[in-house]
């Protein structure tokens, strides 16, 4: 079981981590995620624990607990390829100007499947501005919440959430109405992936495309997905230049 721990201090080192989970049981693998421009500590780190009852257990006893002066957080995170989460934290400081660079532009209609808190709602209402509009689609009421918070705090009033059902892929959307969709750390956990495509690709105009990041899948694996699906073709990718990850993003037009 891979384990996030967060509210680390700056200079926690990997060794203080595994001496303090080794007390629970064994450690596999111990990684603090760092900023990639300055190589400094972001203030969490991924703990591996190949025995999934200790793993519960060092949660119960550790998350609350303090370490150098500061409470830590510990709970449960889907497996992760290694320089994933740098290049996520990167992304997230970095949205606006990625998504120029991949190609959303003013007055597009941009649909973020799999919105999360919106991390990447909000970057993209600011370029596709007020002739824009971006759709946030989520499962979770809670999430969506706090997308309409940050939206109304920016004063951005071209974004509209959709709450989805959880087990349902349909979006609720017309025929060849978005000009981009973005799947962003979300296609590891849809079951039916070809029965997403084929919806992503009835929502999409036939010069739009789709943007993937395949955090915890890895660029090979989605794209081996990608090439079974006779409906989008492979674009380009993207990724920090002179960094290295098994997850790139991966954009696709439709046929």
């Not at 992936?193 to 690709?201: G, Q, R, S, Y």
Request: net charge neutral; hydrophobic share 40%; aromatic share 8%.
């Amino acid at each position: 079981m891979q384990l996030r721990v967060g509210g680390l201090a700056d200079d926690t080192s990997e060794a203080e981590l595994n001496e303090l989970f080794s007390k629970i049981g064994t450690v596999g693998s111990v990684i603090i995620v760092k900023d990639i421009s300055t190589g400094k500590s972001r203030g969490f780190g991924m703990v591996k624990m190949p025995n999934s009852t200790q793993a519960e257990e060092a949660i119960k006893k550790l998350d609350g607990t303090m370490l150098r002066s500061s409470q830590i957080a510990v709970g449960k995170m889907p497996e992760t390829l290694p320089g994933e989460m740098e290049f996520r934290e990167w992304l997230m400081e970095n949205a606006f100007e990625v998504f120029q660079k991949v190609g959303i532009s003013q007055g597009q209609t941009v649909l973020d499947y799999g919105c999360g808190p919106g991390a990447f709602t909000i970057p993209c209402a600011r370029i596709v501005g007020e002739k824009g509009k971006v759709y946030a689609l989520e499962v979770r009421s809670e999430a969506l919440k706090r997308v309409k918070e940050k939206a109304e705090g920016e004063g951005l009033g071209n974004v509209e959430t959709i709450l989805a059902d959880s087990s349902m892929l349909a979006t609720g959307l017309s025929d060849r109405s978005m000009d981009v969709i973005l799947v962003y750390d979300v296609m590891h956990a849809i079951s039916e992936k070809m029965a997403l495509l084929e919806e992503l690709h009835r929502v999409l105009k036939r010069d739009g495309f789709l943007s993937i990041f395949p955090m915890h899948m890895g660029t090979d694996r989605m794209l081996k997905v990608m090439k079974r699906c006779p409906l989008f073709r492979f674009r380009d990718s993207y990724a920090p230049p002179g960094y290295t990850t098994p997850s790139e993003i991966l954009n696709f037009n439709k046929y």
